[in-house]
Each structure stands twice: as C-alpha cells, then as structure tokens.
C-alpha cells in the first residue's frame, strides 16, 4: 500500500486549488489514469451529482492476460457491498406489510438461538448477536443453493453477545435475512431480487453467477487478481473459494452503471417511500469503526457524510455511496485486491467536497 499512499499524499496537495466541478472531475479522472499507468488500480468509477453522471470511466483490465478493458458495464464482485439488496428487500416487504421490523426471527426461521427474543431490526442493525455464517462448525457450500440451507448450520452457532448488548458486524445477520425473504417469497433469495430489482430497474449487468459456473470466455465478468511483490499480479481462479455462491450476505456480480440504477431507484423513492427510505437509511447503533449501521445499510461518518455499503475480498474490493446533503454519488470498483478502497474514497471526498 505504501505507493497508493505516496500517489494520494502528492494528490492532496493539488486539491487546494481546485475550483469549478468539471476541474475537480479532471482531478479525479488524472488520480485514476495516473494510479492505472503505475499499475495501482484497476476498475471502474462512477460519480453524479443530482443523479447527471458526471465521469463514468472504465480504468485498466477485466481481463490483463486478454487484454480485455474494464468499461462502466463491466461486472465486479462486490463482495459484502451487494448487502444493500437484501436491506432494501426487507424494507421493501415491510412497506408490503409482509413483515414487522419488530418481529421476532423466529416468526420465520425456527431453531434459531433465542429466536422468539431476536428481532428483525437487531438483525438489520448488527446488534442480534449472530455470528458469522461460515464459523459453524462443519460449514460447506457444498451442499447450498439458498439462504434457507445455511439455516442449519446457524442454528448451531452460538451468539457472541446477549441481543442488543452490543453491534458487530456480521454476515450471519444477512444471510437470516436472505432466509426470511425466501420464506416470506416463495422464493430463492436470487430469484426474489432478480424479480424485484433486476429486471424493473434494467440491471443488466447484476447476477448471482456462482464463481464456479464462470469461465475465461465470459469477458463481461471482471478476473479478481491477487498482488505479489516479487511475481506481480496473479488472477484468482474462477473456482475461488471453494464453490462460493453469491447469496444475501455478499458476493453479487454487478457494474458501476448498474449499481448508478439501483441507488438511484432507492434514494428518488421508486422502490420505497420517504417514510420508508429514512428508516431504512437511519443511525440505530453506536458508532461502530467511525461507522453506523442503518438497516443493513452503513452510515459513514469518518469524512464527509454518506449511506451505502463496502465491500472487500481477495481480488475485487467495492465503495459504493450517496452522499445526501450535496447529492453524490461515488462509485468505485477495482479488480485488485490490494486496492484499498477506504483511502481512495476519501482522496475523492476531498477533491469533490474539500476539507471537512
């Protein structure tokens, strides 16, 4: 990381002295190509502002060993930033009146720890004291197709602390709620968010391909590569992680354009209404790694203001936020795994917004 930090201090200090908009969207294009040329980064990046895209760029290679560009339609994994899907989709089902967020898990997943005292807005909100999914004992994608088959496994997964004492972080909240979804849909959790979100906003470019079903020939798909100092960058096998399938707790495939849509649909109202969209994007939580966590959604308060979600992994890492009171949204998707996110984000809060 040492050189991104060395190129983002040069950056600062060029930032003073910008002005008008199109000048700063100069500046964060130049940052992109120059980190791009020295084979810092590699991805895609959006930015708008009052939903009128102001740079909309693809930055190195999907694919370095073809030669395939990254373009604004290029599809990353994003990791645990494709949680906002199933935040949205429990919210959206609230709206419906097909869930209460008082309600207590168990209404709708039996067996689980104190599951008739856990309730749906502890799960949202990071405070249920579920684990992570993939710590139970014996846990295997092997046999998974859904969220309702991890169910097993976190019911034998103790909680880490008392409901609501506390609010960590967990992907196993996510993935009961990807469970609850397929129980009250009908539905694999996929199919619920392809019928839902996929088709009515035209997410053509957001999937839950599983890694193992992909292949070199699909260049839409961006290669996840690993760095190494001395053999340079190494491209993750596509069988990464041993079979793991996206699924509500992270991993969906999608574009910087695609997810322009989505937060667009989200933040104007389409999907839910404003009394809705203000709970779902609220603080309920102590301040958690300068963060605080909304319904699924993640308030960022550690530079300029801001509601979305991150995510990281090996080879793909993903920012991707509205920032309410100057209507903006940024985007950032890389294939490199050593690409922190975190310091890019704020290098372009600084160039767009100045000191806070």
């Keep these: ?57 693809g930055y190195g290679y999907a694919n370095r060993e073809k030669k395939v560009a990254n373009t604004p339609d290029t599809r990353f994994d994003l990791s645990s930033g494709s949680k906002i899907f199933t935040g949205t989709a ?82 196993g909240n996510a993935i009961i ?33 599983p890694y193992w079903k992909l292949n070199e020939s699909q260049s839409q798909f961006s290669v996840g590569y690993l760095n190494n100092e001395i053999h340079g960058y190494n491209p993750i096998a596509y069988d990464y992680d041993y079979g793991f399938i996206p699924l509500s707790a992270g991993g969906a495939w999608s574009s910087a354009l695609d997810l322009y849509k989505f937060d667009k649909a989200v933040f104007t109202g389409k999907i839910v209404d404003e009394k809705h969209l203000k709970i779902m994007t609220d603080r309920y939580t102590p301040q958690w790694e300068n963060c605080h966590f909304g319904y699924i959604w993640i308030v960022d308060d550690s530079h300029t203001s801001c509601v979305g979600h991150a995510g990281t992994s090996s080879g793909w890492n993903t920012w991707n936020y509205y ?22 984000s704020a290098l372009v809060d600084k160039i767009l917004f100045g000191e806070n």
């Design 177 to 209: 709620l990807g469970a609850v979804i397929e129980k009250i849909s009908g539905m694999p959790y996929q199919d619920f968010i392809e019928k839902t979100f996929i088709e009515p906003y035209d997410l053509q470019n957001t999937c839950f391909t």
């Design 323 to 344: 920032y309410p009171e100057q209507k903006t949204i940024v985007i950032i998707l890389t294939n490199f795994g050593s690409v922190d996110v975190f310091e890019l």
């Design 90 to 171: 429990i919210t959206y089902l609230a709206q419906q009146g097909k869930i209460k967020f008082s309600d207590a898990i168990g209404k709708y997943i039996d067996g689980l720890p104190k599951g008739d005292k856990i309730t749906i807005h502890q799960i949202l909100t990071h405070s249920s004291g579920f684990d992570d999914f993939y710590k139970a004992a014996g846990f295997s994608y092997e046999k998974v197709n859904n969220c309702t088959d991890i169910m097993p496994y976190m019911r034998k997964l103790p909680l880490v602390y008392n409901p609501g004492d506390s609010c960590v972080y967990s992907t």
């Design 1 to 57: 990381m040492r050189r991104i930090s060395i190129l983002i201090a040069i950056s600062y200090i060029a930032v003073s002295g910008l002005n008008g908009q199109s000048e700063r969207i100069a500046r964060i294009d130049s940052v992109f190509t120059e980190m791009t040329n020295q084979d810092l980064f590699s991805g895609s990046v959006l930015i708008a502002e009052n939903w009128q895209i102001l740079l909309s760029k």
